[in-house]
């Protein structure tokens, strides 16, 4: 039985969509998390306990828990086990992303100036500590203007400033956060900087991608048909195909092509934001990638990709309703992929948003919004009790919606109305003196 050692939080949420997949093809997981070493398999995984933010040593601690025994493929779930993932694929000679690339991609500071030095477009940036002065940081600084953290995932901590009032503001509110006890546990030197950039106006896209020996296989091109334009940059609706122009879609993927060259990203998935801006009086699109990540699309949106092709070279057998997952695990297992594409028919997720902080309670009205023409499920991941955190503070979705149909304006369509019929019930927080 062939093995693919999968490294991913405890938390994550891809986790079971891999192990799924990985039965489909009769491939043993090997696992390798951020869990407690001093318990004897609390999850009865058999996972290599590992730190993420000590590289080396979790690199060295995987390799001597394999024995000597070299898995067939590597994959990682997450942005920081991206990270350790290149490290142990170099270690063990396994096809990967280089580290440095793999470090490049996750910080958002090295990200922008290795984009930068290749002649890509970039916002003005400047790294800051985030012990500066934020009154002499705004009276220095062009608006508007996007304060965010070189590190977080997902958002978190980003947000846009119109005037120096609003600047002082976010930067304490940033670095309170990053100074914050589950920040803080991280370790991770990049949470003593922050970044001022130049806000960039236009259209947001994701790319999902993959990546062989250095070429770059688009899979999908994402539309973001909400809005980002600030406070903060929440996202909820993926839709695919792109209902943007080909030009547009031409032009996303040669950009998304050139950051993945800058930055040194080699083989493996990846998965790109991008924000497309038209300005008078220059021809064409112009596309900023904001971010390329050495991982695949995170929590469960992954389920908004389904692919057909054949199930492997020669064998005459087409397959349908592909997961992503699969693909990925039969790339890390090199096995060739290209006939792999995805399905024809529109998808899309909605990441529910927390709409405020409070203790959830829970939801009603599921059954109907699951009744909507098009839904194809709908996951409440977010526990009865729990705290809720909105951005960009917080770090978490109530959970996702999933549509099909023949057209992405209906599955768009379908999200919003599925969400409508949602009602959340959330509590006041009982403060404590």
């Not at 799924?20 to 407690?36: I, M, P, Q, T, Y």
Request: proline letters at 6%; one cysteine or more.
């Amino acid at each position: 039985m062939k093995r693919v050692l999968l490294i991913a939080t405890t938390t994550g949420y891809q986790i079971r969509a891999f192990g799924e997949a990985a039965e489909k093809l009769g491939v043993r997981l090997v696992f390798a998390s951020d869990r407690c070493d001093r318990l004897e398999d609390p999850w009865w995984d058999q996972a290599i306990a590992v730190r993420f933010h000590e590289a080396e040593a979790s690199a060295g601690a995987v390799v001597a828990a394999l024995e000597g025994s070299r898995p067939d493929g590597i994959l990682a779930v997450g942005d920081r086990p991206a990270t350790l993932a290149a490290a142990v694929a170099q270690v063990l000679g396994l096809p990967g992303h280089p580290p440095d690339a793999a470090f490049r991609s996750r910080n958002k500071l090295a990200s922008r100036e290795a984009m930068r030095n290749a002649g890509l477009p970039v916002p003005s940036f400047e790294p800051v500590s985030i012990h500066a002065d934020a009154r002499a940081l705004a009276r220095s600084a062009s608006y508007p203007a996007v304060v965010k953290p070189l590190a977080l995932s997902g958002s978190r901590g980003v947000m846009r400033v119109n005037t120096a009032e609003e600047l002082v503001a976010a930067f304490e509110r940033l670095r309170r956060l990053l100074q914050s006890p589950d920040v803080r546990i991280e370790r991770d030197e990049a949470h003593e900087m922050a970044m001022i950039e130049s806000f960039i106006p236009g259209r947001e896209f994701a790319v999902e991608g993959l990546l062989d020996h250095g070429t770059l296989r688009l899979l999908a091109i994402f539309d973001k048909p909400d809005p980002l334009d600030g406070p903060f940059f929440e996202e909820t609706i993926y839709v695919t195909p792109s209902r943007a122009p080909e030009a547009v879609q031409r032009a996303i993927e040669e950009a998304v092509a050139a950051a993945v060259a800058a930055l040194g990203l080699r083989h493996g998935p990846i998965h790109a934001e991008c924000r497309v801006e038209s300005r008078a009086g220059v021809e064409g699109p112009e596309v900023y990638v904001l971010e390329v990540a050495a991982r695949p699309i995170g929590g469960l949106c992954s389920k908004a990709l389904r692919f057909s092709g054949q199930r492997a070279a020669g064998s005459g057998q087409e397959a349908t309703g592909t997961s992503l997952e699969e693909v990925l695990l039969r790339h890390a297992l090199g096995e060739d992929v290209s006939a792999f594409t995805r399905e024809g028919e529109a998808s899309g997720v909605m990441m529910i948003p927390i709409p405020q902080r409070g203790i959830y309670r829970g939801v009603e009205g599921v059954e109907a919004a699951r009744a909507v023409a098009g839904i194809d499920g709908i996951q409440i991941t977010m526990k009865p009790d729990a705290v809720l955190v909105p951005l960009p503070e917080g770090k978490s979705y109530l959970g996702f919606i999933f549509a099909r149909g023949t057209a992405a304006a209906g599955v768009e369509g379908a999200l919003r109305t599925a969400h409508a019929r949602l009602r959340f019930r959330i509590e006041r927080e009982i403060s404590v003196a």
